[in-house]
């Protein structure tokens, strides 16, 4: 039985209006479309829109983001550093705090489970409970602080004080009530999970990857997979966690790596609805998903990332990696059509796409008028970067396109017109710069299309329709 609190209803409406309610009702976020891209439950959201506002949810994802920011020291999260459960969790507290401050006092049924779910993969990641608890620190400490700046801009002197003392009295018994439900979900979730023969697995296979010396023989007859073996790694995991996720996850990892020639297979449930896999082969290095004679076929809820095939313990150490390193990668991309987060595929973003604002900057000075982020430069992007994928033929384009030879003749001279300059100039830039733009998307595009006159827009318009 808990310790602490849980509510399973939503709180009923406050009979009468605080000062600190009233602040809390005036919070924004500065761009209005991070509540549509949360990391937790969306029943979670909704039970926090429905109980503070969009307003004020939308502003407490905003500032988690930030405060995610912070702690990675850097102005923005690398890609290889991101972690969806670090995410959700810094996400859970935000939005605890939005509750706490709207009068909610036990953490509720839909925030309890959130915490618990994103507690269990941090488990996965070998982190502490110290570390944990740094994050409702840290959190503390932000919404403080953000809270007090808000309070002095919104809330007329006279009653600051008042506000403030409410603010800091609610935050700190709020923070003490998370801290206590953190603490004892992460031991649980420990005890859990180190009881049975997957947490052993799964300390053998965290040594392995920590580069620890491992006994192959040893570790053969414990995992029941040869890491001598020529492997390929891959990353499963489901947005929704249902009772057989676990068992989808796994039959998916099993299909997939039979179509790459795999004959022996290691699986490791790292968390709700994630799972870690190898294949191997003994005779020479298995396929790669991305080049496979068979498409590579997802249920619609399932996600995959791959690495690259390696050989032995090595192999088996970087191919995870890589896969790790494909999956935070792939989060953040435009996905491609089977969506598959190929290590391969995303090898280019991964080397050039770290420096978001550099390769943002990139992507718009090679492309100029081309980088507006609509659907007519859109279609010309993609008619440039299919002709030079297949070498300036035109009737290949036509076919991949499914259009007229005309229409990609049409399209490369309106290309050509807004470049400034013939695709025989330097396209090994110009095809760079239009890789990074389909996987990285808005976030490297222009956000405003320059000004190219309005007949050109509307035959251009014409022709990608």
């Known amino acids: 039985m808990s310790s602490y609190p849980i509510s399973h209803a939503v709180v009923p409406a406050h009979a009468q209006i605080t000062s600190t309610y009233s602040l809390l009702h005036l919070l924004r976020p500065a761009d209005d479309s991070v509540l549509h891209l949360p990391a937790t439950n969306p029943k979670l959201i909704e039970e926090v829109v429905d109980r503070v506002g969009s307003g004020t949810t939308g502003w407490a994802i905003e500032q988690s983001r930030l405060l995610l920011a912070e702690l990675a020291e850097e102005p923005y999260a690398r890609f290889d550093r991101r972690s969806s459960s670090e995410t959700r969790l810094v996400e859970a507290i935000a939005l605890w705090v939005a509750l706490r401050l709207s009068g909610v006092r036990a953490i509720t049924g839909l925030l309890s489970a959130e915490l618990t779910d994103a507690i269990r993969e941090r488990i996965a990641d070998n982190t502490t409970v110290d570390l944990l608890l740094r994050y409702v620190r840290a959190a ?17 002197t006279e009653d600051q004080p008042a506000v403030m003392r409410s603010i800091s009295a609610d935050l700190f018994e709020g923070m003490e009530t998370l801290s206590a439900a953190v603490a004892e979900k992460f031991a649980a979730e420990r005890d859990r999970w180190f009881a049975g023969s997957v947490g052993e697995r799964f300390e053998l296979v965290s040594a392995i990857l920590q580069g620890k010396p491992v006994d192959t023989r040893k570790a053969l007859r414990r995992l029941r ?32 790596l039979d179509q790459v020639g795999c ?7 790292v968390g709700p609805g994630r799972v870690w896999a190898w294949g191997g082969r003994a005779t ?3 396929g790669e998903l991305r080049r496979s004679d068979k498409p590579v076929e997802l249920p619609a809820h399932i996600h ?5 095939p390696g050989d032995g313990v090595a192999g088996f150490q970087r191919s995870h990696q890589q896969a790790i390193t494909a999956e935070r990668v792939g989060r953040g991309t435009e996905p491609g059509p089977s969506g598959l987060c190929d290590y391969g595929d995303l090898e280019l973003v991964i080397l050039l796409g770290n420096d978001t604002e550099a390769t943002g900057d990139f992507v718009r000075r090679e492309l100029g008028p081309l980088a507006a982020d609509n659907r007519s430069m859109a279609a010309l992007r993609e008619t440039v970067r299919c002709l030079l994928d297949n070498e300036r033929a035109v009737a290949i384009t036509a076919k991949h396109l499914h259009v007229a030879k005309n229409t990609v003749v049409y399209r490369v001279k309106k290309a050509e017109q807004l470049l400034g300059q013939s695709l025989r100039e330097d396209h ?7 890789y990074l733009a389909e996987r990285l998307g808005s976030s490297v ?15 251009i318009r014409a022709v990608s329709s």
């Open 445 to 459: 595009l222009a956000k405003q299309a320059p000004s190219t006159g309005t007949g050109l827009e509307n035959s």
């Open 140 to 156: 503390h400490a932000s919404f403080t602080c953000e809270l007090f700046e808000s309070a002095e801009a919104m809330i007329p």
């Open 225 to 256: 997979y040869d890491l001598t073996l020529h492997h390929v790694a891959l990353v499963l995991w489901q947005d929704e966690i249902t009772p057989d996720s676990g068992r989808e996850l796994e039959t998916t990892a099993l299909r997939l």
């Open 284 to 286: 020479d290095r298995p």
């Open 428 to 434: 090994l830039r110009l095809h760079l710069a239009l």
């Open 263 to 269: 004959s022996s297979m290691l699986l490791l449930p």
């Open 304 to 308: 995959v990332a791959s690495g690259l």
